[in-house]
């Protein structure tokens, strides 16, 4: 069974900056895609960032592009988002998950229905 735990979250001014760290267990991440998605208060869950499996490719929602780096480290089974230029429009409880599908070696998906294991989420609030 594969676990997830999230860490990092917390309180932080507008333009501040965070990293949120996910460390696996149960299962090696070296295989997979990862990805990080958020829930805004009274939202639904969305897309943030995604990696394939060795960290090469990345992708990223418009709304985050150029302020949120997504990273890994295999070795460690830990997964990163490092956050600069916060905005309070980026309040939520984050998840990070991973994606059990592969399609080739460049491989991620932005879409939360081809994840099969997510964290139990971080909260970030960002005051103004």
């Given at each position: ?67 949120f780096t ?17 905005k309070p429009e ?39």
């Amino acid at each position: 069974q594969v676990q997830l735990v999230e860490s990092g979250g917390g309180l932080v001014q507008a333009g501040g900056s965070l990293r949120l760290s996910c460390v696996a267990s149960g299962r090696p991440l070296s295989s997979h895609a990862m990805g990080w998605f958020r829930q805004p208060p009274g939202k639904e869950r969305e897309f943030v960032a995604a990696i394939n499996w060795s960290g090469s490719t990345t992708g990223y929602a418009d709304s985050v592009k150029g302020r949120f780096t997504i990273s890994r480290d295999n070795a460690k089974s830990t997964l990163y988002l490092q956050m600069l230029s916060l905005k309070p429009e980026d309040t939520a409880v984050y998840y990070c998950a991973l994606d059990l599908n592969y399609s080739g070696n460049y491989y991620y998906s932005d879409s939360a229905g081809s994840y099969a294991y997510w964290g139990q989420g971080t909260q970030v609030t960002v005051s103004s």
